[in-house]
């Protein structure tokens, strides 16, 4: 795909150049810098871009993955903390939408102590990324040269500004959506080096628009509910019905990004939101979680064999059958030997356990 792409853009961009901006990447400042400039030109219209609404739009951009998906950015790399410290400051909610992070963002953009975070982005990036253009290592020497759009480099810098090349403005808004699938490409390569162990991360890299629906999950467990006439919710002990309870993903959705059957389990709604994306300490949990799963299995697959979703727990063992027919422990053991590691993944990343 890589060099597919590489082709594309040498055939149509008004410099080949733009193909190789992410060569030699050490942080994801070139990746977040070039998408909210292309998100600025092509949405908002403009061809002079402060460096502040451009940095404003690198944090918004790199929100979810960063507090939601709490995914590694690397020890070189400054906007971990740097957002970090912004959504405590400015208390900013996780889940707050992307163009509202951004507002909030410009909205104190006059405060020092917001200043004083997103400064660092100002002293290297800007004139950094113009170096596949510009071969030069100092700022205030990029800076004058670029004003002649040298090479035809993207743009031009006036001290905290960017003047967009005019050669470019129509490229850019017309291979909009190929740019950013570009960068996010390239970004995913960057960031899967970093979480070499966390399930589908290309899926993590901007906020869902909206999450895969569990109906026909959900139909299963009715199923399952009715036939007990109830269910025991493993985190309250209340009794559950196939009217009132919620679907929880036992290893939190931020961290698997996944709906299978193995980790869905029916709970209480209280306990559901209240346990958002808390880890469930294994040692309390994993028996009463796999003996549910376990009777849950074996019933769906003696009521409805060919049933598609059953093969999501293929991922636990070789067949559905055997897995049927594994003793409670044996089973709970197989479900250790999936949930231990990414339990101990997810606690690495950052997830809180539930108390």
Avoid at 34 to 58: C, H, P, T
Avoid at 199 to 225: A, C, G, H, V
Avoid at 300 to 323: A, F, T, V
Wanted: negative net charge.
């Amino acid at each position: 795909m890589d060099s597919i792409i590489d082709n594309t853009l040498q055939g149509l961009s008004p410099n080949s150049t733009l193909a190789h901006i992410y060569d030699n990447t050490v942080a994801t400042y070139k990746f977040y810098w070039f998408v909210s400039i292309l998100d600025i030109v092509v949405k908002e219209g403009k061809d002079v871009l402060s460096f502040w609404e451009i940095i404003a739009g690198m944090i918004s951009e790199s929100w979810y993955p960063i507090h939601y998906f709490k995914l590694s950015f690397g020890k070189s790399d400054s906007i971990y903390q740097q957002s970090k410290e912004l959504k405590s400051y400015l208390e900013i909610p996780i889940d707050r939408d992307k163009d509202k992070i951004k507002a909030s963002i410009i909205d104190n953009i006059n405060d020092p102590n917001t200043l004083r975070l997103l400064r660092v982005f100002t002293m290297n990036v800007p004139y950094r990324f113009l170096s596949p253009w510009i071969k030069e290592s100092q700022n205030d020497r990029m800076e004058m040269r670029s004003r002649s759009f040298e090479n035809n480099c993207l743009y031009a810098i006036y001290g905290k500004e960017i003047h967009l090349n005019p050669n470019w403005k129509n490229y850019l808004i017309e291979h909009y959506s190929m740019l950013r699938d570009f960068t996010f490409w390239n970004l995913n390569q960057f960031l899967q080096k970093r979480n070499p162990n966390v399930p589908d991360l290309s899926s993590k890299l901007i906020r869902p628009i909206q999450r895969e629906s569990l109906t026909n999950q959900r139909k299963l467990w009715n199923m399952f509910i009715h036939e007990n006439k109830g269910l025991e919710c493993i985190y309250t002990h209340s009794i559950l019905t196939k009217e009132d309870y919620d679907l929880d993903h036992f290893i939190p959705w931020s961290f698997v990004a996944h709906n299978q059957m193995w980790d869905l389990l029916p709970a209480d709604p209280s306990i559901n939101s209240s346990k958002s994306n808390l880890l469930p300490p294994l040692d309390i949990y994993i028996k009463p979680f796999s003996q549910i799963q376990h009777s849950f299995l074996s019933y769906i697959y003696d009521k409805k064999p060919n049933e598609r979703l059953l093969e999501d727990y293929l991922q636990i063992g070789d067949s559905i059958s055997d897995l049927v027919n594994l003793s409670d422990d044996d089973f709970t053991s197989a479900f250790s030997k999936i949930l231990s590691p990414l339990e101990q993944i997810a606690s690495n990343m950052g997830f809180n356990y539930m108390k």
